[in-house]
Nanobody, 128 residues
């Protein structure tokens, strides 16, 4: 099993920022796409942002212009910079590597299989 480890979550006020980190084996970051997902209570887990091995990025419409995904293969880490956070961003955030095509957000969102198991994620809470 490929283990992804998320960190960087916390409690922030609306309009604030957080930077999440996702660590995984070097081979994952150098070859495969890695995505950030989130799941709010009572809702399905959804793709937030994805970055390919070629550094192409995809974003959910709800976070475009506010979130930025990046990767540092040397550090075996994928980051999610979250700015102008809203209460609606409150969720547990996970990272994983989806299997299948990543032609656009809709296609990437539909991935059914992943290289790693879903871990505990990191909690992001946006509240005043």
């Amino acid at each position: 099993q490929v283990q992804f480890v998320e960190s960087g979550g916390g409690l922030v006020q609306p309009g604030g920022s957080l930077r999440l980190s996702c660590s995984a084996p070097t081979a994952i970051f150098s070859i495969y796409s890695v995505g950030w997902y989130r799941q709010a209570p009572g809702k399905e887990r959804d793709l937030v942002a994805l970055i390919t091995s070629g550094h192409t990025t995809l974003y959910a419409d709800s976070v475009k212009g506010r979130f930025t995904i990046s990767r540092d293969n040397a550090k075996k880490t994928v980051f999610l910079q979250m700015n102008i956070l809203k209460p609606e961003d409150t969720a547990v955030y996970y990272c994983n590597a989806p299997q299948g095509p990543n032609d656009d957000y809709a296609v990437a969102k539909s991935a059914r299989y992943f290289f790693g198991p879903w871990g505990q994620g990191t909690q992001v809470t946006v509240s005043s």
